[in-house]
């Protein structure tokens, strides 16, 4: 998903693939996840945009980040 803006976060970080790759082996807990879901909603709020808006973004941000947390579970062979 793709909120719009500049490319440059896209062509500098890479896409959600790239985010799944980097977090591999990280073994991310629920309390990680937890805080961290609730630290970044918590600062999108700071921004004054529409809680409509917010409340999207938060829910993108939950389903991102259960399926970043299961991935970081995993091993690559030979690592």
């Known amino acids: 998903m793709n909120f719009g803006g500049p490319d440059d976060y896209l062509r500098e970080r890479g896409d959600l693939r790239t985010l799944l790759k980097r977090h591999v082996g990280l073994d991310i ?21 529409p809680e409509t808006f917010v409340s999207i973004f938060a829910n993108y941000l939950l389903g991102t980040s259960r399926t970043t947390a299961q991935v970081s579970h995993l091993t690559v062979p030979g690592q």
């Not at 937890?34 to 700071?46: F, Y």
């Open 29 to 49: 807990t629920e309390a990680q996840r937890a805080r961290w879901v609730e630290l970044t909603t918590a600062s999108a709020r700071e921004t004054d945009i």
